[in-house]
């Protein structure tokens, strides 16, 4: 069963700075991992798709990487503004006896404070 | 998101009540998924449907819920005799083949 941690919980740090959130999974048999992001009240924008064969992907201020065999991903923002203030969710997609579904992380809550 | 489509947004409910929560695709997409999101929880997967087929639906209830997405129209996911413990946000994703799921903004359901 796929499980997903992710680390910090929750993070608050002032405008500018370089951040790293990290993602783990147990089953590294994955198809693809996205990396969303969550505003309160709101539905999920997603950021980046990490195809299972790529290393890492890159939008903006924004960079996901993979490891697949250890079972990690990480997400990298850069200077970052107050409008990053959202909950950023980690999801891999398929494993194991998973038909595409996507297993979520309980995920990092981001405040930028200005 | 790409333009997944969800209604209606909120949807409020007395107990015992059925809910039906609608959801049409970007347009071309045929697969979706509906996901549960409980207060202060995270998103739960519930079951994933391709045209009239249900994939997976491992993450259903076992009564109560049931789910659909026919040849023609919305993917309805369908909540009977709802308890307040069915009170969450439910979303919709689509997706073309194994690729990037679009959400839509998911149902605000209350259960009273």
């Known amino acids: 069963k796929q499980e997903v941690t992710q680390i910090p919980a929750a993070l608050s740090v002032p405008e500018g700075e370089n951040l790293v959130l990290n993602c783990s999974f147990t089953?590294?048999?994955?198809?693809?991992l996205q990396w969303f992001r969550q505003d309160p009240g709101k539905g999920l924008t997603s950021l980046l798709l990490?195809?299972?064969?790529?290393r890492e992907q890159t939008s903006g201020r924004l960079n996901a990487s993979l490891d697949k065999s250890s079972g990690r991903s990480t997400l990298y923002i850069a200077a970052s503004q107050p409008g990053d203030s959202a909950t950023y969710l980690c999801?891999?997609?398929?494993?194991?006896?998973?038909?595409?579904?996507?297993?979520f992380g309980q995920g990092t809550t981001l405040q930028v404070k200005p | 998101n790409a333009g997944v489509m969800q209604n209606p947004r909120h949807l409020v409910r007395r107990r015992g009540q059925e809910a039906r929560l609608r959801c049409s695709p970007v347009?071309?997409?045929?697969?979706v998924y509906w996901y549960r999101q409980l207060p202060e929880e995270g998103l739960k997967f519930m079951v994933y449907?391709?045209?009239?087929?249900?994939?997976?639906e491992s993450g259903m209830p076992k009564e109560r819920f049931s789910a659909e997405f026919p040849k023609e129209g919305p993917s309805i996911l369908r909540i009977q005799q709802v308890v307040r413990g069915d009170s969450a946000a439910y979303f919709c994703?689509?997706?073309?083949?194994?690729?990037?799921?679009?959400f839509g903004p998911g149902t605000r359901l209350l259960v009273l």
């Open positions: 994703a689509s997706s073309s083949l194994v690729q990037t799921q679009y």
């Open positions: 449907l391709q045209k009239e087929n249900i994939i997976d």
């Open positions: 999801a891999p997609e398929g494993g194991s006896g998973n038909t595409g579904k996507l297993i």
């Open positions: 089953d590294s048999a994955i198809y693809n």
């Open positions: 990490i195809q299972s064969s790529q």
């Open positions: 347009k071309g997409h045929s697969h």
